[in-house]
């Protein structure tokens, strides 16, 4: 087997990616980006923390800009981080819409009767290396299920590589 052929899983975890979140502008459809406010980028011990951060979507087709504040906490709200400004609703991640303005991924796309979809290039290269590897092994540390442990079976399945692969490769001349 080529050594081409082989995948060690990473082991990263989707939020991994969601630092730079590209988006359709709700106002001229083109190419937007979500991302931490630049005023609230740095400084987090955690994840949650930058995760729970004030958002920012901005458009340089358009200059649209549009701002997301940290909701609350309340019973059944989600996820819940106890920030030193109060307890914040972490946003779920996953989906083919962005977690914070509820736009829609601008990588995504029709793929075996399903939405394939990534969050920017570098998530949409990692799904790439998966799927076209013909011997896929698992993270060397182990621990909560990684992002690619977490692919539903479409994605990995033998039969639907040349499909899915085609259908990233047409992702990837938009991003
Ligand atoms: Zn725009």
Redesign the pocket.
């Known amino acids: 087997m080529e050594r081409a052929d082989r995948f060690r899983d990473p082991g990263v975890r989707l939020w991994h990616f969601a630092k730079e979140i590209l988006v359709r502008?709700p106002?001229?459809d083109?190419r937007?980006l979500v991302a931490v406010h630049p005023e609230h980028r740095d400084g987090h011990a955690y994840a949650v923390g930058w995760l729970t951060a004030p958002h920012r979507l901005t458009?340089a087709?358009?200059s649209?800009v549009a701002e997301w504040t940290p909701r609350p906490w309340r019973t059944g709200a989600g996820d819940a981080y106890f920030a030193g400004r109060g307890v914040l609703v972490v946003p779920e991640l996953g989906g083919p819409d962005d977690p914070y303005f509820g736009r829609p991924l601008w990588l995504r796309g029709a793929c075996c009767g399903r939405v394939l979809w990534a969050y920017n290039l570098a998530h949409l290269e990692l799904l790439e290396a998966y799927v076209r590897a013909r011997l896929r092994e698992r993270p060397e540390s182990p621990g909560s299920q990684t992002l690619l442990e977490r692919l539903p079976a479409w994605m990995k399945a033998a039969a639907n590589r040349d499909e899915v692969l085609a259908a990233i490769g047409a992702l990837r001349d938009l991003a």
Request: net charge positive.
């Open positions: 502008c106002r001229c083109g937007a458009c087709g358009c649209y």
